[in-house]
């Protein structure tokens, strides 16, 4: 029960990693909050997931792309459960498209919502625990995109450097106050955002191929390194960045 006593925010928490780590955090002991956009039936199902092993939960509707939605969810969450000691900034999109023609509102879009919107989430969720005097955690999931590109994927390789780089600039702007700031970095992991790239059995057998323990990720797989980062036994851990791709990033052969 590392989380035991703490709420934790997780954005994009109606699938995926999100829901992963949301439903994670309270088999630890937390109330958790998410947000979600659009998928009011996976809201509904994660929150039901989260009471059933005796936590309190609470889902609230917004698009992370716009910065009132920031203040509306930190707001809820902290009325509702009674404060705010972690925030997980999960949402984001990834529409595979190719550079030399890529539409402006695809570009723009994408940024708002993984860049900006984990700005504001953060931000809003700092301001919150620097209120309450308590400390607290920021985590951003990352990808092993802000380390390595992708000839599709130059809208989102950015958003999530940026990321990583958010934290490490706020790891130190919020350390007076025993905030801690890091980023996960999950390699391919299985979700609804690479479904449709990963339908080749080609592609998949490649990507696998890759990995040094054989095989592609899978949500769960982010559940205990957040859970660490987010838990005292990280509590000398900020401005720093996890690997969670099973070895991908290390294999040059």
């Known amino acids: 029960m590392l989380l035991e006593g703490r709420n934790v925010l997780v954005t994009g928490g109606s699938a995926g990693i999100g829901r992963a780590i949301a439903i994670g955090a309270a088999r630890h002991g937390a109330d958790v909050a998410i947000n979600f956009y659009d998928d009011e039936a996976g809201a509904a199902s994660c929150v039901a997931a989260i009471e059933a092993l005796g936590r309190r939960a609470v889902a609230v509707c917004g698009d992370v792309a716009d910065p009132a939605t920031a203040e509306a969810f930190v707001g809820a969450a902290a009325e509702v459960l009674g404060g705010v000691d972690v925030m997980v900034s999960n949402a984001g999109i990834c529409p595979f498209h190719s550079f030399l023609d890529m539409p402006v509102e695809l570009f723009t879009r994408t940024q708002q919502v993984n860049l900006h919107g984990g700005y504001f989430m953060c931000q809003a969720a700092a301001r919150q625990m620097v209120s309450q005097g308590r400390g607290g ?49 999950p ?55 996890l690997l969670v791709d099973g070895g991908a990033f290390v294999n040059l052969q």
Do not use: W
């Not at 450097?161 to 801690?180: C, E, K, P, T, V």
């Open 137 to 185: 955690a920021l985590i951003a999931i990352s990808s092993i995109s802000a380390l390595v590109g992708g000839e599709f994927q130059t809208h989102y390789t950015p958003t999530k450097a940026g990321l990583h780089s958010l934290m490490q600039s706020a790891a130190i702007a919020l350390g007076r106050y025993d905030i801690r700031c890091n980023s996960l970095l």
């Open 187 to 241: 390699g391919t992991i299985l979700t609804d955002i690479n479904k449709e790239d990963l339908a080749d059995p080609a592609k998949r057998a490649h990507m696998e191929a890759r990995i040094p323990l054989g095989r592609l990720g899978v949500p769960d797989d982010l559940v205990g390194p957040a859970v660490f980062l987010a838990s005292d036994m990280a509590r000398y851990v900020t401005g720093a960045a």
